[in-house]
């Protein structure tokens, strides 16, 4: 089983840039990055996922280690919405996920 | 365009019923996996179905049995109920088995054993 190591809580200032950590030392190089968050009541919404290169989009940017052993999920400026659960998961294609107990982010006003 | 649709939202049964929950999956995708989040705790991986057969597993005991219907929804069936199987359940679904395997999550299913 691919694991995943995240920080159990962090906190951000509200519009103040937010780095989320994660260690996947266990990585294979066909194992995808995966990033997902979980409001309270809600099912986890994807973020972003990648591969070796660091990825954009509208929500994050996910910036990965050479050797792939580590990533961290960037958002630009943190407002209150963003406040939630982040998964950091490994997964090949077709393959399951596992989730860990994620980074419980508090963005404060 | 419909995202994952679950049903039903809330759900109280005692020990030892049975429960059945159903799963619509995003238009155009074709797989489903489910997922049990216990209180506090990350999902954990039930099964994942595609083409109507059970592709993997995961460590939950044949109590959880699942189904996958030509129209790509799903149901998830629990028997012999346990208190301990109250938990927020998951649906996911995503776009077959070669791709990196984003899953679109439902609202899930909040099923309560008393």
């Known amino acids: 089983d691919a694991k995943t190591t995240q920080p159990n809580s962090m906190e951000s200032n509200e519009e103040e840039p937010v780095h989320l950590p994660c260690n996947h030392s266990?990585?294979?190089?066909?194992?995808?990055i995966h990033w997902y968050r979980q409001l309270p009541s809600q099912g986890p919404e994807y973020v972003i996922h990648?591969?070796?290169s660091n990825v954009n989009n509208r929500m994050a940017s996910l910036a990965i280690a050479e050797d792939r052993k580590s990533s961290t999920l960037i958002l630009h400026r943190a407002t209150l919405r963003d406040a939630a659960v982040y998964y950091c998961i490994l997964g090949g294609p077709g393959n399951q996920f596992y989730f860990g107990t994620g980074t419980s982010l508090t963005v404060i006003p | 365009d419909a995202g994952v649709t679950q049903s039903p939202t809330h759900l109280i049964k005692t020990r030892g019923q049975q429960v059945t929950l159903r799963c619509s999956p995003k238009s155009g995708h074709d797989t489903v996996s489910w997922y049990q989040q216990a209180l506090g705790q990350g999902p954990q991986f039930i099964f994942q179905?595609?083409?109507?057969?059970?592709?993997q597993r995961g460590n939950f005991p044949d109590r959880f049995s699942g189904h996958q219907f030509p129209n790509y929804s799903s149901e998830l069936n629990v028997n012999a109920l346990l208190l301990g199987d109250s938990a927020l359940y998951l649906c996911a679904s995503s776009l077959g088995l070669t791709r990196p395997d984003t899953q679109y999550f439902g609202p899930g299913t909040r099923l309560t054993v008393l």
């Open positions: 266990t990585i294979s190089g066909t194992d995808y």
């Open positions: 179905y595609y083409e109507e057969e059970e592709r």
């Open positions: 990648g591969l070796t």
